[in-house]
């Protein structure tokens, strides 16, 4: 497992920092770990094939959090056999989702699922043999989740490929 820290910088990108983003890179599949403008640009400097993209964790939907996800999912959908993208986010993520895909031209192949997470406490919401990834509500007063992902027992997951990228 890779962790890439794409941005840290909340709401207004520096000329050294992007708006919020992160990815895991696991067996060739990449999770994102919400989706901020510029999180493209910063997977290409960080040497992340922005079609392995599977699945997208969207904390809540404020702009610095998934300004970037119209510009990656038409990549990922004009790609050459793009593959299904999981968009797992607070309730009333598939009418942010849908209002997002209406407000462009969307010409795309990209198969697009949507998830809307409402745990009441720490719940998993996704899980495999080798990781599972869970959502836990904020205490903003508004839908903010947090996410955690543990990996199983067994699953190899080195200090050394902990990468970082502001």
Same mark, same amino acid.
């Given at each position: 497992m890779e962790f890439h820290i794409l941005g840290t910088s909340s709401m207004v990108p520096t000329k050294e920092r992007n708006v919020t983003g992160n990815a895991l890179v696991h067996k060739g599949e990449i999770i994102l770990f919400d989706c901020g403008e510029g999180t493209q640009r910063q997977m290409n400097i960080a040497g992340l094939n922005r079609t392995k993209v599977s699945k997208i964790l969207i904390s809540h939907w404020h702009g610095d959090h998934v300004a970037g996800l119209i510009g990656l999912l038409q990549t990922i959908g004009n790609s050459e056999?793009? $593959?299904?993208?999981?968009?797992? *986010?607070? +309730? &009333?993520?598939?009418?942010?989702? *849908?209002?997002?895909?209406? /407000?462009? +031209? #969307? @010409?795309?192949? %990209?198969?697009?699922? +949507?998830?809307?997470? @409402?745990?009441? &406490? +720490?719940? %998993?919401?996704?899980?495999?043999?080798?990781?599972?990834?869970? $959502?836990?509500? /904020? =205490? =903003? *007063?508004?839908?903010? #989740?947090?996410? $955690?992902?543990?990996?199983? $027992? &067994?699953?190899? %997951?080195?200090?050394r490929n902990l990468m970082h990228l502001v």
């Open positions: 056999n793009p $593959a299904p993208v999981r968009i797992f *986010g607070p +309730v &009333g993520s598939r009418q942010f989702m *849908g209002n997002l895909m209406r /407000s462009v +031209v #969307w @010409d795309t192949r %990209c198969e697009i699922e +949507v998830e809307e997470l @409402d745990p009441q &406490g +720490v719940e %998993c919401f996704f899980e495999n043999r080798e990781y599972r990834i869970l $959502a836990a509500p /904020s =205490t =903003t *007063g508004f839908p903010v #989740w947090v996410f $955690a992902l543990r990996r199983r $027992a &067994g699953s190899p %997951c080195l200090p």
